[in-house]
Nanobody
Framework: QVQLVESGGDSVQAGGSLRLSCAASGFVMSNYFMSWVRQAPGKGIEWVSGINQNGEPTFYSDSADGRFTISRDNTGKILYLDMNKLKPEDTAVYLC???????????????????????WGQGTQVTVSA
């Protein structure tokens, strides 16, 4: 079955960096657009970044643009999120998600809809202290 397992979350100080990973199994990862989303305490899901099947183009939320980098290893079936210059407001559970439609290629930053994603991981906690 499809599984998405995130790792790499940690507690860091503001200005620090982290690399999150999402190990995918049970499907052909190279066929799908993938995203990172996050959920802060008491808030809804916020889309962070997305990446097309072959790695380009990539898309970022305004809050992530210039600080975060999404990438993927389709051979190893791993999705990454490199986060730099972390801020306390980045504190959240970070989840990876698989787009619903195989072969779909996005050309513009998507309007996030939870219903566009078929599978989600359990998440990894990122805590950024001031």
């Amino acid at each position: 079955q499809v599984q998405l397992v995130e790792s790499g979350g940690d507690s860091v100080q503001a200005g620090g960096s982290l690399r999150l990973s999402c190990a995918a199994s049970g499907f052909v990862m190279s066929n799908y657009f993938m995203s990172w989303v996050r959920q802060a305490p008491g808030k809804g899901i916020e889309w962070v970044s997305g990446i097309n099947q072959n790695g380009e183009p990539t898309f970022y939320s305004d809050s992530a643009d210039g600080r975060f980098t999404i990438s993927r290893d389709n051979t190893g079936k791993i999705l990454y999120l490199d986060m730099n210059k972390l801020k306390p407001e980045d504190t959240a559970v970070y989840l990876c998600a698989r787009y619903k439609w195989s072969g779909a290629t996005l050309t513009t930053r998507p309007v996030f809809r939870e219903s566009d994603y078929a599978y989600w991981g359990q998440g990894t906690q990122v805590t950024v202290s001031a």
